[in-house]
Nanobody
Framework: QEQLVESGGGLVQPGGSLKLTCTTP????????WAWFRQTPGLDREFVAA???????FYSEAVKDRFTISRDYHKNTVYLQMNTLSPEDTAVYYC????????????????WGQGTQVTVSS
């Protein structure tokens, strides 16, 4: 199974920004839809943002207008720019991908990373 690798997490103050990166080191990898999900202890993993091969992107209401997902086709890399962060954004963020068109449903995604911790705290 392809392994995705996330990076860029860390500790940031409320109102700050972070940029997460998701890559596929090693083998060539082609995906139609890439997404970011997040999970806090005791809660289900939730959808954050996704971007399709066409470039169309969509977001959860919780992050819309604050987060931006983008992809670099040549580098096979996906990014999540997170602005105006609040403590409620604290979670482990996971990158996911699938070879076909997908939406917000977690079970649609074939490939996952190990996650990167984002902590928003003063």
């Amino acid at each position: 199974q392809e392994q995705l690798v996330e990076s860029g997490g860390g500790l940031v103050q409320p109102g700050g920004s972070l940029k997460l990166t998701c890559t596929t080191p090693g083998r060539a990898f082609s995906a139609n839809t890439w997404a970011w999900f997040r999970q806090t202890p005791g809660l289900d993993r939730e959808f954050v943002a996704a971007i399709k091969f066409s470039g169309d992107s969509f977001y959860s209401e919780a992050v819309k207008d604050r987060f931006t997902i983008s992809r670099d086709y040549h580098k096979n890399t996906v990014y999540l720019q997170m602005n105006t962060l609040s403590p409620e954004d604290t979670a482990v963020y996971y990158c996911a991908a699938v070879s076909r068109t997908a939406n917000v449903t977690l079970s649609q995604y074939q490939f996952w990373g190990q996650g990167t911790q984002v902590t928003v705290s003063s």
